[in-house]
């Protein structure tokens, strides 16, 4: 198996601009967990899915914020209008039954300008 | 979930066995202790958990105490490889909300 794939790796943008990451998690598994890592506060769950359905959203900063799962394979995390306080780096991670295992995909690295 | 503390940062000697505390003195009955780690610019890595008893696997030895207030993660033979930041997590088990602190940056030295 691949892991977990998200894409863009690295993505600039300028303030005001939508962003949409995108998470493909390991075939099979029925968790995905969307994070953020910053210098300042660590790594954050943001939300987690299971069977595509939002269970958590607490961590979600604020509306600017959504996440969608639409099939068993693909993911996204749009924030719309982005800020520089956005900032971060944003893994996707997935696990299979709620195990104690989260396999995290390599991030995506966003600088908003 | 029982918050977790543990040293900023630790050396180890590449070849010796690494030694990685946590303290968990609020830890409940159904909670495990986990440990994580990331290498620079990676995403975190599962490497082992456990609830009371020690715990061994090809990556790591668990070590927790008796009272589970306190845990040891032993990597026995540090390679430069293993130079990463160390995350301990206490959660229930099935539970979902990892909560990642700063955790201990290991420097393995040649």
């Known amino acids: 198996d691949a892991g977990v794939i998200q894409s863009p790796r690295h993505e600039v943008t300028e303030m005001g601009q939508e962003v949409t990451l995108r998470c493909k998690p390991i075939s099979g598994h029925d968790y995905l967990f969307w994070y953020r890592q910053t210098m300042m506060r660590g790594l954050e769950l943001l939300i987690y899915f299971n069977n595509n359905v939002p269970i958590d959203d607490s961590g979600m900063p604020e509306d600017r914020f959504s996440a969608k799962m639409p099939n068993a394979s693909f993911s996204t995390l749009k924030i719309q209008p982005s800020e520089p306080r956005d900032s971060a780096v944003y893994f996707c991670?997935?696990?299979?039954?709620?195990?104690?295992?989260?396999?995290f995909g390599p991030g995506t690295r966003l600088l908003v300008l | 979930d029982a918050k977790t503390t543990q040293p900023p940062s630790m050396d180890c000697a590449e070849g010796r066995a690494a030694n990685l505390p946590c303290n968990h003195s609020t830890i409940s009955g159904n909670e495990y202790v986990y440990w994580y780690r990331q290498i620079h610019s990676q995403g975190p890595q599962y490497i082992i958990h456990g609830l009371k008893n020690n715990e061994t696997n090809e990556m790591a030895s668990l070590i927790i105490t008796e009272d589970r207030k306190s845990s040891t993660l032993i990597l026995p033979h540090a390679t430069l490889r293993d130079t990463a930041v160390y995350y301990c997590i206490v959660l229930k088990y099935y539970g979902q909300n990892f909560v990642f602190g700063p955790g201990t940056r290991l420097s393995v030295l040649p």
């Open positions: 991670a997935s696990s299979y039954g709620g195990g104690e295992t989260q396999y």
